[in-house]
């Protein structure tokens, strides 16, 4: 079997790729009729068993750039699913495909099945990935927020911001960048409390001393040293844009909405001030000057219309931060004190208990195995 969830993801060849493209798009296109579709179950379990499944009551649930994504049923396993079916073009592998086929993470969206469809004409084939369907993103929860007059409350934006970083930490131990974080690329659900980073269509497992493009990732949530061109950069990018997000909790719109490249980054300037010609080499080495006028920082405080927590202030200027090494990594985000009240016994919102927060893995702790002791509650463990 090509199709096998237990493959080194990115090892795919091309010609093994369209071999297991063309198969499954020839069994999906016999089995339209029916209605039933033969998928690859991609889960551990399943390990790439095929499953034949009748989708019920297809329902649209949201869109981006490339992909459009379904609500549906599973009438065989009575699950409630999201299927992402996007465009596939047959001379090249789907990076999203083989990046998806790595994750097992609970804060990390996570491939559940997979098959091809046909378009009108043969040739146009997709490629739909089910997922477990959730009812919101972020984008949508603060919307939700912002149309009430509401201001986010600081547990749940604590809550999620833990469940962003810890996602982050986990993809970052595999080496992948997601590069598009944004609040229309997070899943949450208010009732059991849980986050998912979704979207993993600009994602890229990157690899030292390659250059990736620098022209990535949604203009507001654009890390500076993307805009300054920089090819060499890691994934401290996502930590920038996570910071973006933790701060539009809170502001119910973008930190810093530029409307083009050079004005994203006069809009960052605002808020951090004018950056040392240190800072540009460290966000750019190739950078000889930087002729800008010296601005002040703007106060964190001021930043928001609201009386913030001190701790999620403090957080906040540590992640967004000019120099990428200097950033937190997202261990450092989630030992910081402002996420000490995640770690008290019995903790609780509204009188609900948050999903499971404490149960890394060695992998998730392998690049900074020395956080167990600060990440893992002593009462936990014991
Ligand atoms: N599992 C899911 N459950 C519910 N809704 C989802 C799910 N996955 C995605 N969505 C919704 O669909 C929207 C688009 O999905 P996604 O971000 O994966 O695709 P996209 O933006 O088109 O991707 P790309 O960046 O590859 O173009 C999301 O913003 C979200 O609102
Ligand atoms: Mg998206």
Same mark, same amino acid.
């Given at each position: ?73 599973? %009438?065989?396993? /009575? &699950? =409630? ?9 047959? !001379?090249?592998?789907?990076?999203? *495909? ?107 497992? %990157?690899?030292? /001393? &390659? =250059? ?9 949530? !654009?890390?500076?040293?993307?805009? *300054? ?111 000490? &009240? ?41």
């Amino acid at each position: 079997m090509v199709l096998n969830p237990k493959d080194s993801a990115l090892k795919a060849t091309k010609k093994e790729y369209s071999e297991e493209l063309s198969k499954y798009s020839m069994e999906s296109a016999k089995q339209t009729e029916t209605k039933k579709i033969i998928v690859q179950d991609m889960t551990k379990r399943g390990n790439g068993e095929k499953r034949a499944f009748t989708f019920t009551s297809e329902k649209f649930a949201g869109n981006g750039a490339f992909g459009v994504v379904y609500q549906t049923r599973i %009438l065989e396993t /009575g &699950e =409630t699913v999201a299927i992402k079916k996007v465009f596939q073009d047959k !001379r090249y592998k789907n990076r999203e *495909f083989q990046i998806l086929k790595m994750l097992d993470h609970q804060n990390v969206i996570q491939m559940k099945y997979a098959f091809i469809t046909n378009g009108d004409t043969e040739d146009e084939v997709y490629l739909n990935v089910v997922m477990d369907y959730f009812p919101e993103n972020l984008y949508q929860t603060i919307e939700g927020y912002t149309k009430k007059r509401q201001f986010f409350p600081n547990t749940l934006a604590k809550l999620y911001a833990y469940q962003m970083f810890r996602g982050l930490a986990y993809i970052k131990g595999l080496g992948i960048c997601h590069r598009d974080i944004k609040p229309q690329n997070i899943l949450v659900n208010a009732g059991t409390l849980t986050l998912k980073i979704c979207d993993f269509g600009s994602a890229k497992q %990157l690899i030292e /001393g &390659e =250059t990736n493009i620098a022209y990535i990732c949604s203009r507001y949530y !654009r890390a500076p040293e993307l805009i *300054f061109g920089n090819t060499n950069y890691t994934t401290a990018v996502d930590v920038w844009s996570t910071g973006c997000v933790f701060a539009e909790l809170f502001l119910g719109q973008p930190i810093f909405p530029g409307d083009s490249n050079s004005d994203q980054l006069l809009e960052i300037i605002k808020v951090l001030g004018t950056p040392t010609m240190e800072q540009v080499r460290s966000m750019n080495p190739n950078m000889k000057d930087f002729v800008f006028p010296p601005i002040k920082p703007y106060s964190w405080k001021k930043v928001f219309k609201q009386e913030m927590d001190p701790l999620a202030l403090d957080l906040l200027s540590k992640v967004l931060a000019y120099c990428p090494h200097k950033r937190l990594t997202p261990l450092e985000a989630l030992a910081h004190p402002y996420f000490d &009240e995640l770690r008290t016994r019995n903790f609780q919102i509204n009188g609900k208990t948050p999903p499971e927060l404490f149960d890394f893995t060695s992998e998730e702790l392998m690049d900074q195995p020395e956080f167990a002791k600060k990440l893992i509650p002593s009462w936990y463990s014991s």
